[in-house]
Nanobody, 122 residues
Framework: QVQLVESGGGLVQAGGSLRLSCAAS????????ISWFRQTPGTEREFVAA????????RYEDSNKGRFAISRDNAKNTVYLQMNSLKSEDTAVYYC???????????????WGQGTQVTVSS
């Protein structure tokens, strides 16, 4: 079992930046690949970014490339999502998720956090 807790969300103006954190506890953190997803009311969760257990491999949804950066610190059991040049359409609840399989981590992850709200004002 892996427990995930997101933090760092909030209100920011368009063009601004936020850094989200996903803190993990439970099983060995470095055994897991981690992804970020987001969801707005009435829509399905959509993939944002993923990082492999060792941080070497990353993947981004196309619209986020160049604006978002995912990273991890296994010594701190934490994954980060740096979001720059934020747009109003980035407003959503952001969730981190984990799976021991990298490909499942960004498609059907086993573990989910509770989410953190990001609101971008225009």
């Amino acid at each position: 079992q892996v427990q995930l807790v997101e933090s760092g969300g909030g209100l920011v103006q368009a063009g601004g930046s936020l850094r989200l954190s996903c803190a993990a506890s439970g099983r060995t953190f470095s055994d897991y690949s981690i992804s970020w997803f987001r969801q707005t009311p009435g829509t399905e969760r959509e993939f944002v970014a993923a990082i492999s257990w060792n941080g070497i491999t990353t993947r981004y949804e196309d619209s986020n490339k160049g604006r978002f950066a995912i990273s991890r610190d296994n010594a701190k059991n934490t994954v980060y999502l740096q979001m720059n040049s934020l747009k109003s359409e980035d407003t959503a609840v952001y969730y981190c998720a984990a799976d021991s399989d990298y490909y499942k981590a960004y498609s059907q992850p086993q573990y989910w956090g509770q989410g953190t709200q990001v609101t971008v004002s225009s």
